[in-house]
């Protein structure tokens, strides 16, 4: 095994991710070798020499990562790993032994190592798969930590972000849901329009009546008319009895329009006239029928332009605009696609009775630099994906559709390749680049950069400074 402190010396420049860890092995040389070594990269160990004296110190304390050997004087190795995991499912381990085999590597990973290790081991490769394993776990924690503020604030866990326009429109939802408020829901397909909807309904006084969503771009005009306001029986040839409408469903609850854009003139009045007096007949009846309901628009057009050419009426325009939130294509909030990785992966590894993968640094980075014209639904379909065609513990590029690989969009500027980059260097990396390349754009314009972010200038600013970002200006001349 090489010197840890000579491997020390050589890394010192690397700010390493801080975190607990415990060594389980009988070796005293082992466990103190390792305990120098990684002492000297800033993380916190216990050790233990037994599997017994190893779950003693485990219930004393909170660690994200255990180094377990194979071999241990009271248990089998494999054994332990099993009792760590019932303990803690989202427990980090490594296994480490003096006997690899290719059954025991298999038998490792199956009970949920995310790693076995062959003695003696190389340290450099030792300390990238700990930072590696330390940053899913911080992305896990974040994202758990993340859905449970969302589900305390919002009383809807399945809206996964962290980035500022993401955290401003939680803001928004906040504000708005408690009021009687039509809202317009403006964003492209995918961004995630109704989660926002279900929301705002839930975080309502409604909350306790019915959500009702509807598409209106996937019906013709004479069935939409009758599926929102009912009708009665023989109104039309196929009208064997009355029915209610949606609209009627919805009453003291919430009715979601999805795709308003595409409503025909005549349902456009007629949905008017709801939003100003609340009132409405079956198509084919004559007596009017009053409801109770809060109306949420989406649209993945621009109704403005609409109104202008004369195809959507404006006095309904400025009906639904009363509050317009505007949701951002992912490619505008990046930083949010890890947690929604992880968030997916979950997802349907648990539909499908599966252990979640780790998503590879490789496969990270493809994901960072495609520009998701599909948004938050297509990479929720890349996910589902991934987990169904996975046989192993990761995914890596081999599992990503074709045209993600292949960069079909617009990527930005590839990510420096580093095989022991953690998580969040990555995400610093990208992060940096994407700065970096607004700042060019802007002429080194730091409130124009700004502006563009859509941010503070103070917010840019601490981002500058933390990431060592160099600011030139351009010759004009």
């Not at 709801?274 to 993945?300: P, S, W, Y």
């Not at 124009?448 to 941010?455: D, I, K």
Request: charged share 25%; proline share 5%.
């Amino acid at each position: 095994m090489p010197e840890a402190a000579t491997l020390a010396s050589r890394t010192r420049g690397h700010t390493p991710l801080a975190g607990t860890i415990l060594i389980i092995d009988d070796e005293a040389a082992i466990r103190e070798s390792l305990q120098v070594l990684l002492e000297m990269e800033g993380y916190q160990v216990e050790t233990g020499s037994t599997a017994e004296e190893g779950m003693a110190r485990l219930g004393d304390g909170i660690f994200d990562l255990v180094l377990l050997d194979l071999a241990l004087p009271d248990k089998n190795g494999l054994d332990v790993l099993a009792e760590l995991r019932e303990r803690d499912p989202a427990l980090n381990v490594i296994m480490i032994t003096a006997y690899g085999t290719v059954e025991n590597a298999v038998q490792a990973m199956q009970r949920g190592a995310v790693n076995f290790v062959q003695k003696p081991w190389d340290n450099e490769k030792l300390l990238a798969d700990i930072r590696a394993a330390i940053a899913r776990r911080r992305v896990e924690e974040e994202n758990v930590q993340l859905k449970r503020a969302l589900k305390q604030r919002y009383n809807f866990a399945n809206i996964v972000g962290k980035s500022e326009p993401m955290l401003r429109i939680f803001d928004l939802v906040a504000q708005v849901a408690p009021s009687r408020s039509t809202v317009l829901l403006q964003g492209e397909s995918g961004t995630g329009k109704e989660l926002i909807a279900k929301a705002i309904h839930m975080n309502s006084p409604r909350r306790d009546r019915a959500f009702v969503p509807v598409n209106t771009g996937s019906m013709p005009a004479d069935l939409l008319e009758s599926t929102l306001f009912g009708h009665v029986k023989g109104a039309f040839t196929s009208a064997v009895a009355s029915k209610k409408g949606l609209f009627e469903v919805a009453d003291r609850g919430t009715i979601f329009l999805d795709e308003i854009g595409t409503m025909s003139p005549d349902t456009q009045a007629k949905i008017l006239r709801v939003l100003q007096d609340k009132r409405f007949m079956h198509l084919g009846g004559v007596q009017e029928l009053q409801v109770d309901v809060r109306i949420i628009a989406a649209t993945n057009i621009d109704l403005q332009q609409l109104v202008r050419e004369g195809k959507f009426r404006d006095d309904l325009y400025y009906r639904l605009n009363v509050i317009c939130i505007d949701l951002p294509p992912l490619r505008d909030r990046k930083e949010d696609i890890p947690s929604l990785v992880s968030f997916f992966l979950k997802k349907y590894a648990e539909e499908n009775e599966k252990a979640p993968p780790q998503m590879t640094p490789e496969a990270l980075r493809l994901l960072l630099d495609y520009a998701w014209p599909g948004n938050v639904r297509e990479l929720e379909n890349a996910m589902e994906r991934a987990v169904v065609l996975a046989t192993g513990p990761t995914v890596g590029p081999d599992l990503l559709p074709k045209h993600i690989v292949g960069g079909n969009g617009t990527p930005l500027p590839a990510v420096e390749s580093r095989p022991d980059a953690s998580l969040f260097d990555i995400m610093e990396d990208c992060e940096r680049r994407v700065i970096s390349d607004m700042l060019d754009k802007c002429n080194g314009n730091q409130t124009e950069a700004a502006e563009q972010f859509h941010v503070p200038l103070s917010t840019l600013n601490q981002k500058i400074k933390r990431l060592n970002i160099e600011v030139k200006k351009k010759s004009r001349e």
